[in-house]
Structures are given as C-alpha cells and as structure tokens.
C-alpha cells in the first residue's frame, strides 16, 4: 500500500524515507527529495501530485 504524504505544498507518494544533517528527508515517487514543513502540515485539501499519481496507479489490462 502506497504512502501519501503533503509536501512541497502537494500530496505526494513516499518512495522511501531518509535522514540529511538529522533532518527526516523524503523522496517522493516522482524523484524529489523534499521534507515537510510546518505550512505542509496545515494546508488544508493540497492538489495531488499527478506524476505520483499516474507512478502508483494500478495497470490496467
């Protein structure tokens, strides 16, 4: 099951989690490497991420 977490002021997918100088870092499924900021954790209704969204999607026969 895919992650989803707001950051860079969007919803994004987790790829895996890291940590920079203490720092918790995040790389997203469509390459960023972004950590979440206090704005993140209190935007209300953020646009998802459509390279994240098409990335993790299930194949369609």
Same mark, same amino acid.
């Given at each position: 099951?895919?992650?989803?977490?707001?950051?860079? +002021?969007?919803? %994004?997918?987790?790829?895996?989690?890291?940590?920079?100088?203490?720092?918790?870092?995040?790389? #997203?499924?469509?390459? @960023?490497?972004?950590? +979440?900021?206090? @704005?993140?954790?209190?935007?209300?209704?953020?646009?998802?991420? *459509?390279?994240?969204? %098409? *990335? #993790?999607?299930?194949?369609?026969?």
């Amino acid at each position: 099951m895919t992650r989803w977490v707001t950051v860079a +002021q969007q919803r %994004h997918a987790i790829r895996r989690t890291e940590a920079a100088r203490g720092i918790p870092v995040i790389i #997203t499924m469509c390459g @960023y490497r972004v950590w +979440q900021t206090t @704005y993140d954790t209190r935007m209300a209704g953020p646009t998802v991420c *459509l390279s994240c969204a %098409h *990335l #993790t999607e299930p194949p369609t026969r």
